[in-house]
């Protein structure tokens, strides 16, 4: 009997042993942010656990659920390790991000200012792209209808385009704009980055830099002047736009069916590098140009280029988790394979090994930069309740596209739940 239990206490502790030993073992669990880089996230993540041993998960939230996601992963015992936090996330997410003052990530970095910070100085999260978005362009089909980039210097002049090409798109195999989807894969293009053109003006008129806790909305009705477009010089029209998906519009760009596709940098690897996608499109055809809404002086307007991309790693993972993640992340920065999927994916990253930009939709924005022109800086990263402001807005605007209701619902939605997040934000 005493011989049984000496063997039982040892199995006992040799399964102990093991135990630790798996509870222990370092990993990487990335919460991705971006779907349209899922595969190469996947991809890149299972070369560098063949080349170290470290697990790394990548798990990829669905468009406009990134925040839930997050909550709902965050409350699971194996939580991300690594996952997003902007200027609006900070307050809701402070707590979770390790100080990452004197990593190597931060370290890599070759621009100032590219790091998120806490009110007590620590570095809560580090930029890894820059991006940029506007009217993405098939210059061969502009050209085939008549017209040339340059024609294209402002509102008035995008007005007259489109509308002389949805007019003939019968005749010419192909319709001014994508669809401007209204499903919840596509319409954070308008929620968040059309939205944002308005909030640009309204901020550079009075000289703001961070989160004002109201807006007026003077530029929403310069808004209208776009979003008609969208809807009126398209193939696809009223209701049919409730359902249309991002999938669907770049799918209709990517054919040839459309001349305008409003997006960012990131496509450059979908329409032109991914051939999977079946587009073939040739880089020398494409552009962007800005996205023009009827401002005074908006002819030296250049294209919406910042970023809401911000890595964070998880304080409360254990302390083998977060050396685990701090090493990938340097990997990723550094290593050939992880700045090669940076480039072909995000275009432009803040970092000092970071590939020369191919990317044919940076390389338009620098040159309207150098030319002069004024970017329009991303100030959508300032919203408070991000979601939820969002939420209202394209509601706002989908019941006025397929309802026929008022617009200045849209305008109502846009300040009245500004200051009602704000005032949540802000809170305790």
Known sequence: ?????????????????????????ASVYYLNFKPEADAAWQQLADEYTKATGIPVKVVTAASGTYEDTLVAEMDKKEAPTLFQVNVGGLKSWGDYCYDLTGTDVVNELAAEGAVITKDNGEIASVAYCVET???????????????EVSDIKNFADLKKVAEDIHARSAELGFDAFSSAGLDGSSNWRFSGHLSSVALFYEFRDNNVSGMPATVTGKY????????DLYTTCS???????????????????GQGKAVFFQNGSWEYNNLVLDASKGFNMKAEDLTMIPLYIGVEGEEKAGLCTG?????????????????????????????ESGT?????????????????????????????????NYNVDWSFIYTPGTDDWRAAVIDAISQYTVKGASWDNVKTAFVDTWAKEYKEYTAG
């Open 220 to 227: 929403v009705e310069n808004l209208k002047n776009l979003w």
């Open 235 to 253: 193939a696809t029209t009223g209701a049919a736009l409730s359902t249309a998906t991002s999938d669907m519009s770049e799918a209709e760009f």
């Open 307 to 335: 970023t809401e991309n911000y890595w964070a790693v998880n304080a409360k993972a254990s302390e083998a988790d977060i050396k685990a993640t701090l090493d990938f992340l340097k990997w990723v920065v550094t290593s």
């Open 340 to 372: 090669t999927m940076m480039a072909e994916q995000f275009g432009a990253s803040p970092f000092k090994a970071a590939k020369p930009v191919e990317n044919i939709f940076c390389k338009a924005s620098d040159a309207l930069i150098a030319n002069g």
């Open 1 to 25: 009997m005493k011989k049984f239990l000496a063997m039982a206490l040892a199995l006992v502790m040799v399964l102990s042993l093991v135990a630790c030993g798996k509870k222990d073992e």
């Open 133 to 147: 978005y506007g009217l993405i362009t098939n210059k061969a089909l502009l050209k085939k209808a008549g017209y």
